[in-house]
């Protein structure tokens, strides 16, 4: 059967990624992704301006359904082992990567590094029990605290992308008050999640949130980081994302190590369930991990953990060791330390 689906718009008004975009993907906590074949559209869309923010209006398309195709199944490469997690270790042919993903510390002052309220101690070895997560250093263990606000019920949701300084912004606050959030990637070109957004918030504008605890969606990060803080932290914004576009600025230059990386789509094929990524917006080897989930549009459950974070403990009960990232794959079931391998195992399982 043939359906005709006539949609109006004035010509520029829709980016010239939009026809990739069109399969709408459904807006509950994480839509379940049916992953049989594609079926073939002919497009014809007119449009008012090639603004990304630029509401949405109407479209003229016509489709034809074909027969859908048994669901993809994923598993990892052959032979493919999980390596034996090495602390601080970093791969020789990754060390430029790193130094650049570190440049960020620097412009951003640690923001991303440590949860709201951290503090810290230096006390005896026998004062933490060896079941407890804690640093070591020399004869003594560090113990840190922190003061985290509200738990949501249900994961944050933000759609947004590595390669844009406002996004950020917003990452870097999902670290500081310790919360989980269901990131939808937006890369440019991106099919899915663009589309997806501009359907529900009338332009594609990034980041957007949406919490599905109080139904409250928006755009605007400054705005987005007010709402965080007020839900689910102190009330107070911290000093380095209050500074305006001085935070902004430095939130640009953060990304110059990494030259535009997680920003641009590479073709994939998305999982039925979202990944897991243990992780924190201040780590150099997250920000390795993070960037290929974004060019890959994988829809991920981020465990914030950055210092100070209770959840560092609960990662030490799962896997005997804390280190981050960490990768939860519930579509093949594997799990993983390093993150030089973790991007290496998402390109050969997800990417075309």
């Known amino acids: ?14 980016p010239k990624t939009m026809a990739k975009a069109l399969n709408l993907i459904p807006t509950s906590t994480f839509p379940p992704f049916s992953c049989p074949t594609r079926p073939k559209r002919k497009f014809s869309i007119r449009a008012t301006t090639e603004s990304s923010e630029t509401p949405v209006s109407s479209a003229s398309v016509q489709a034809k359904p074909e027969p859908s195709s048994p669901p993809l199944t994923f598993a990892p490469p052959p032979n493919f082992k999980p390596p034996e997690p090495k602390r601080f270790g970093v791969r020789p042919d990754k060390v430029f990567d790193i130094l ?5 510390l620097l412009f ?17 070895k026998d004062d933490i029990p060896a079941d407890q997560y804690a640093l070591e250093f ?6 840190e605290t922190s003061k985290v606000g509200p738990r949501p ?16 912004k917003v990452r870097e606050i999902v670290a500081v008050l310790d919360l989980d959030v269901l990131f939808y990637p937006c890369p440019k070109n991106g099919p899915n999640f663009r589309r997806k957004v501009a359907e529900m918030g009338g332009k594609q504008q990034f980041p957007y949130m949406v919490d599905p605890n109080t139904g409250v969606s928006m755009y605007e990060s400054d705005d987005i980081i007010k709402y965080l803080v007020g839900k689910y932290g102190d009330g107070n914004v911290p000093i380095a994302l209050s500074l305006g576009l001085l935070t902004t600025l430095t939130a640009g230059l953060a990304m110059i190590g990494r030259s535009g990386k997680g920003s641009s789509y590479s073709p994939s094929r998305l999982p039925p369930k979202p990944l897991v990524v243990w992780a924190y917006e201040g780590s150099p080897f997250c920000k390795i991990v993070r960037e290929v989930l974004v060019e890959l549009e994988l829809p991920h459950i981020y465990r914030s953990c950055a210092r ?8 030490f009960d799962k896997t005997g060791r804390f280190q981050a990232p960490y990768l939860e794959d519930p579509n093949t079931g594997l799990e993983m330390f390093e993150s030089a391998e973790i991007a290496e195992y998402l390109k050969a399982t997800y990417a075309l």
Do not use: W
Request: aromatic fraction near 10%; hydrophobic fraction near 35%.
């Open 1 to 14: 059967m043939i359906r005709n689906i006539h949609i109006h718009i004035s010509k520029s008004q829709i």
């Open 100 to 104: 650049g993903a570190s440049l960020a």
């Open 108 to 124: 951003r002052l640690g923001t991303g590094v440590f949860v709201s309220g951290y503090s810290f101690s230096f006390v005896s």
């Open 138 to 143: 020399n004869d003594s263990k560090v113990k």
């Open 153 to 168: 019920q249900k994961p944050i949701e933000i759609y947004e992308f590595e390669g844009c300084p406002f996004c950020r």
């Open 308 to 315: 100070g974070s209770p959840k560092r403990q609960i990662l």
